[in-house]
């Protein structure tokens, strides 16, 4: 996938990745998109990872200040 956006959602991008780099979370990059990745456990113990996609959330704010 293709970068489609101007750079301040790269500015976004980083600064979203470097906060939840100092909450803890560990941030991947998979296919050239920024993720941070939830683990957690289910009720049965079961472990849960799910990956929230910082690029796609940088491309929508750097749409909605523009």
């Known amino acids: 996938m293709?970068?489609?956006?101007?750079h301040a959602a790269d500015d976004y991008e980083r600064m979203i990745a470097e906060?939840?780099?100092q909450q803890g979370?560990?941030?991947e990059t998979i296919?050239?998109?920024v993720f941070f990745v939830i683990r957690?456990?289910?009720p049965s113990g079961e472990e849960v990872v799910?990956?929230?996609n910082i690029t796609?959330?940088?491309?929508?704010l750097?749409?909605?200040?523009s």
């Open 31 to 33: 296919d050239g998109d």
């Open 40 to 42: 957690s456990f289910s």
């Open 19 to 21: 906060i939840a780099r």
């Open 25 to 27: 979370f560990v941030v």
């Open 50 to 52: 799910s990956r929230v």
């Open 2 to 6: 293709g970068r489609r956006f101007a």
């Open 62 to 65: 750097e749409k909605h200040l």
């Open 56 to 60: 796609r959330f940088a491309e929508g």
